[in-house]
């Protein structure tokens, strides 16, 4: 789960910081610290967090990034041919 945070729109609500403290942290006043790469095991609180925020500054994809080929893997689905 990747996340993305547009620290110009966060107003530091802190909603996602008590709704999914293991990922989101408030520092000081209207800082806002958080794990852009939130382990799958948050991933519930995250988007009740993402949900409750009042500016909705919160992006979460959705995309599962462990299921993506790398590049060194070649094209996926794809085997070699002789021709």
Not at 32 to 39: G, H, K, N, V
Request: hydrophobic letters at 45%.
């Amino acid at each position: 789960m990747r996340l993305v945070v547009d620290l110009n729109r966060c107003q530091g609500y802190a909603q996602c910081a008590f709704l999914a403290p293991d990922v989101f942290a408030m520092h000081g006043e209207e800082g806002l610290l958080y794990d852009p790469r939130a382990e799958e095991a948050q991933r519930a609180r995250v988007k009740q967090a993402a949900a409750a925020c009042p500016v909705q500054a919160i992006l979460v994809d959705e995309l599962d990034l462990a299921a993506e080929p790398s590049a060194a893997d070649g094209p996926a689905g794809e085997e070699e041919s002789d021709g």
